[in-house]
């Protein structure tokens, strides 16, 4: 694996962090262009391509990967549903926030191996 992280486990949760950070860029240029004429909402994609790159023990192999959503258009031919937006993005904060402090347990837990025990607490 030539993974800057060296183990699966910390590259699964980096790139999730990436998958993560795409979907909240996608939901909030979704959501700045809600009164965009023929403006079609743009859906991201990567837990099936993590998992699969998982699978086969490199992360890093996983793909983003953004299509237009297929939800019916209103009346000036804009797809985007606010509702559905705010809560995908909120949905994806909460999980890279999860994600994050993933990676601050092992940066924690690798300090704790390497300098031992801290005394404070």
Do not use: C, R
Request: glycine share 6%; aromatic share 6%.
């Amino acid at each position: 694996m030539s993974d800057v992280f060296g183990d699966v486990a910390t590259s699964a949760v980096y790139q999730a962090m990436q998958g993560l950070w795409a979907e909240q860029q996608s939901a909030a240029n979704n959501i700045a262009n809600i009164n965009t004429p023929n403006f079609k909402a743009q859906d991201v994609d990567f837990e099936s391509s993590l998992a699969q790159a998982i699978a086969k023990g490199d992360p890093s192999q996983m793909q983003v990967t953004t299509t237009p959503s297929t939800a019916p258009a209103d009346q000036i031919g804009n797809n985007v549903d606010l509702a559905s937006e705010m809560i995908d993005s909120q949905k994806a904060g909460m999980q890279f926030q999860t994600m994050v402090d993933a990676m601050n347990a092992k940066f924690q837990l690798l300090s704790t191996a390497i300098n031992g025990p801290s005394s404070a607490g």
